[in-house]
């Protein structure tokens, strides 16, 4: 009796398993107007970014060797997502991921969804970006998997251990980089309204300027008149623009302080034919 006590009890101290952690596919990209190595290098990269965000990833070396030569040529032959997914069902996996990077005249654009591996029309997650700067392209990566992981953790009710990582900026947001714009609008005003409320100054002065006689009957009173009215007209016209160059120079502020960043988390990326671990900055 005692020994069935003792062995109920350690039973109860047992903790109970946790969740099974979340496993997705990740075959190469498809890769529009690139080089077509470049698309096993992006989807390991974004494995691999997958990976700190705390899923587990099986990437397009091992899907090969788990699926055989001849699934993965009926893989290859899919022409749809439903078909890749009831390929992929016999990984026992939770999803399937699969997307695009197409180089565009002056941009690059990503599109990635995770597939349910039993071919469900609706994806898991979803996530796409755009970048005018290859260099860049990288780096959003961080940002689509850490999208994806959180979808993804929602959709099938899974929390995620993170596996932790330092998070950066990449560079300032679109707003934060214009702000120059109205700084410079607003720098240019108030320099012109400072130079009309000096003129206006001056016919001031040129009125109170004591005069000889001979000098006095230069200024009769039409003439008064009309430096009083380009002296008014001067002194309105400089206080607007400088009104006109505060506002501007404020509307800058806000949009620099208040524009934000694009932040990814840190990782090393690995290029084809070498490594390279980079930080830069972007004035806005």
């Given amino acids: 009796m005692v020994t069935i006590s003792l062995c109920l009890t350690l039973l109860a101290q047992t903790p109970a398993p946790g969740p099974s952690p979340i496993r997705v596919a ?5 890769v529009v107007n690139l080089d077509e190595k470049l698309g096993d290098f992006y989807a390991s990269h974004l494995a691999q970014q997958l990976s700190y965000r705390g899923i587990n990833t099986i990437t397009a070396t091992e899907i090969a060797a788990l699926l055989g030569l001849e699934r993965q040529r009926q893989l290859l032959g899919c022409s749809d997502d439903s078909c890749k997914g009831d390929l992929m069902a016999s990984l026992g996996v939770d999803g399937l991921l699969v997307g695009s990077v197409t180089r565009l005249d002056k941009s690059y654009q990503l599109d990635v969804r995770i597939l349910a591996p039993n071919g469900a029309a609706r994806p898991l997650a979803a996530a796409s970006a755009n970048t005018e700067d290859g260099d860049r392209l990288v780096g959003i990566f961080t940002v689509i998997a850490a999208q994806l992981a959180d979808e993804l953790s929602q959709k099938l009710g899974r929390k995620l251990d993170h596996a932790g990582g330092a998070e950066v900026v990449l560079h300032a947001s679109r707003v934060k980089r214009t ?16 130079v009309l409320l000096a003129v206006a100054r001056g016919e001031y002065n040129q009125l109170l300027t004591p005069r000889t006689p001979a000098m006095a009957q230069q200024y009769d009173a039409a003439k008064v008149d009309s430096i009083i009215s380009a002296g008014q007209l001067h002194q309105t016209v400089g206080w607007v623009m400088v009104g006109v160059g505060g506002a501007c120079v404020i509307a800058a502020a806000a949009m620099f302080l208040l524009g934000g960043n694009d932040v990814v988390q840190a990782g090393v990326a690995f290029a084809p034919g070498g490594a390279a671990i980079s930080f830069s900055g972007v004035l806005p």
């Fill in 26 to 30: 990740v075959p190469a990209l498809k």
């Fill in 179 to 194: 702000s120059w714009v109205p700084l410079a609008v607003g720098v240019a005003a108030t320099a012109a309204g400072a």
